[in-house]
């Protein structure tokens, strides 16, 4: 979703761009704030990853210090490395992440504003754009219009027509000329369709079909009447920057007038869809059109923005100086919405949803809309396993129950029935040292117990050694002789888990419940 303009967005935090000659370099400083704003509200899901990765390599340096010789190499070895963890632990504590928050505290999905239309599947500002932008459920068009020399409004962003039309092949000494010196004759010949399959404005553009590619080629420029009676149709939001005319322009102090005019005209009873950016003459257009819904592009105090009658903000998240989270909370009480441009991406479209945000204005309607949660959210519940979110039914199970319907081992049972196994290695001939180190064979001739018990030694130097333990031998002399006497390996292992004593591990001990088992 990276647009080759804006390549270098992530270059770094956000320094006064340099001046020379007195003139303001902004070319590539105009988003380099995005690196920075990525990495302060992202920085706890980062510690978050790397604190218990360090925390499993925390046996290995231990290892690593046991095996120095001296106390004194053993402390130079493990300190650098604790010190290193625990800021790790403690450091995130003091960051801030709009993503990480109670249960049930995110808010709705915000809605989506095309920005230009739809600039990735089909060229900015054109009929194809706009359409398109609605098909994918976008709740509001925005663009900017120009004044033309003879008073028509059309969208164009660019001061010149070089970059989204051929003027260059119509007249080359027009391709330099402000697009506001042309007359609408002029303009609504030019062809806005086949720069974009030369220039491919974004790196990521999904493939067109032949019959798209074949529309998108014969796109011209458009008018904002045709823009407001689609709008109209569609009942969808209009917001727009309304450039100023340039010197010497006919229309340079009737500007405002008549851009009201043709609104008027096209929206009709549907003007409250039109969210009116321009903040020059705001009182005068509250009087023309008070059905307006007005709208800022700073983030002003509350109490100023109800005194402007201001009802939506249409804010550049680089230039938030406080959490939009924050300030979101102070806005929604006033009941003003809040707007962000322009988010593409969808780690940053998840930031803004965590924040709070109302709508978003974006290039990517095409895949937003398909986002269905944040890409990354931490909430208090998220210690439950995953397999337990997955399985509707289990929620509410005790532990044992979940394991059962999963057709798993809990790990003490694990561990006892590789310590049935070891045993009866043991009785087989395998083992034989390690085994008389921890208990005695004692052959049983009855034939209603197992006749292969053990007894356990009177002295253990290591209760635990391959898995033999003093409780497994509790556990091995209650077995049944059908299950002692197997002929195999195998066939000890098929009834071990389906005998009368363990009645299958996976499901439960009837007979012995793990958890009255003395613990060693």
Known sequence: MVSKYRIFRSIGRTFPPPKIKGKCVCVLWSECRLLYFSDSNTKPLKRRGSAPSALQRLCVVFAEAWRARGVVLQVLIISPYLAILLCLLFIPLGFHSPCIMEKGALGPKPHLIGHRGAPMVAPENTEMSF????????????????????????????????????????????????ADYF???ELEKLNSGNWFFEKRPFFEMPPLSPEDEKLARKQRVYKL????KLAYQEDKLVLFDLQYPPAHHPYRDTWIDRTVEVIKNEMGNKSHLVLWLEPNHRSIVESLAPEFQQTSGVAYPVEVLQLSR?????LDYRDLQEPLCLLGREYAKANISTNL????????????????????????????????????????????SQSVKMIKGLETMPY??????????????????????????????????????????????RTRSNGSKLQERRFHLNIRKNFLTVRAVRQWNLLPRSVVESPSLEVFKQRLECSDGVSCLAGGWTRWPLWSLPTL
């Open 225 to 228: 009447s045709d823009l407001l």
């Open 341 to 384: 441009w322009v988010v593409s991406e969808p780690w940053l479209f998840s930031l803004a949803w965590c924040s709070g945000a109302d709508s978003v204005t974006t290039n990517a309607v095409h895949t937003l809309g398909n986002l269905q949660r944040p890409l990354f959210l931490l909430v208090s519940g998220d210690s439950i």
């Open 310 to 314: 201001i009802s939506r903000l249409n």
């Open 131 to 178: 359409r398109k932008t609605a098909a994918y459920g976008a709740i509001g068009f925005e663009t900017d219009v120009k004044i033309s020399l003879d008073g028509v409004p059309f969208l164009m962003h660019d001061k010149t027509l070089e970059r989204t039309t051929n003027i260059e092949a119509v007249n080359r000494t027009w391709a330099k000329a402000l």
């Open 400 to 445: 044992e129950e979940r394991l059962r319907e999963l057709g798993m081992f809990s790990l003490e049972k694990r561990r006892l029935r590789g310590d049935m196994i070891a045993m009866f290695k043991y009785i087989k001939g395998c083992h034989i040292e390690e085994g008389e180190r921890l208990f005695s064979a004692a052959p049983e001739k």
């Open 183 to 185: 007359p609408w004759s």
